[in-house]
């Protein structure tokens, strides 16, 4: 890859990490009966993964945690800190750092971005939704000392939402392909 190249996908992570810290300006809504919010921000974590190389998703999420992690205000809700990542949110935070990675070198090796959209899609579910959600239902599980299968089943209210922020990442994702590529 040349210098080109890297600084183009390096202006582009910069871009996601910066999308990243816009959707936290959109407050979650709280559920209640977890100590989870729905929030928008998890979109920005599928674009990183439908739109960038693997290493530069990761580097895009990487830095914006790391930036939550030293306090800065960048979650939903203008939270920020290390306790927030530690807490039982943080398997998402967590599973959010390695979703994009996965989800690129899945849609490089079936070739799932050049298919139709729904076979896109499909694939993408895999980590840009069911992973992050068994990530973070297992963090969620041993900090709130729940039963896994309680953490496990208070996420099926996020996925409706899920997918449909997912369907919106692939469209938006393939639109942007044909330009950034």
């Known amino acids: 890859m040349g210098q080109k ?3 183009k996908n390096l202006m582009q992570a910069a871009m996601v990490c910066a999308l990243l810290i816009i959707l936290g300006l959109f407050p979650g809504i709280p559920l209640g009966i977890i100590p989870v919010a729905v929030v928008l921000q998890n979109l920005g ?3 990183a993964g439908e739109i960038l190389p693997a290493r530069y998703g990761t ?4 830095v914006f945690l790391l930036l939550v992690a030293l306090g800065l205000p ?3 809700g203008g939270r920020g800190g ?5 807490g039982p949110t943080g398997g998402y935070l967590i599973a959010w750092v390695l979703a ?4 690129a070198w899945l849609l490089h090796i079936t070739g799932a971005a050049h298919k139709p959209a729904w076979q896109e899609f499909c694939w993408a579910t895999i980590f840009l939704v069911v992973f992050v959600d068994a990530i973070g239902s297992i963090w969620l599980s ?7 299968t309680a953490a496990l089943a208070s996420n099926v209210m996020f996925v409706p939402g899920d997918l449909l922020k997912l369907g919106f990442a692939v469209m938006i994702a393939r639109r942007l392909r044909k330009v950034l590529h």
Do not use: K, R
Request: net charge neutral.
């Open 142 to 148: 041993v900090q709130s000392h729940m039963p896994l």
């Open 74 to 76: 960048f979650l939903s």
């Open 82 to 86: 290390i306790a927030i990542i530690a």
């Open 59 to 62: 580097l895009a999420v990487g």
């Open 100 to 103: 994009p990675a996965l989800n």
């Open 45 to 47: 974590v599928m674009l």
């Open 5 to 7: 190249a890297t600084l």
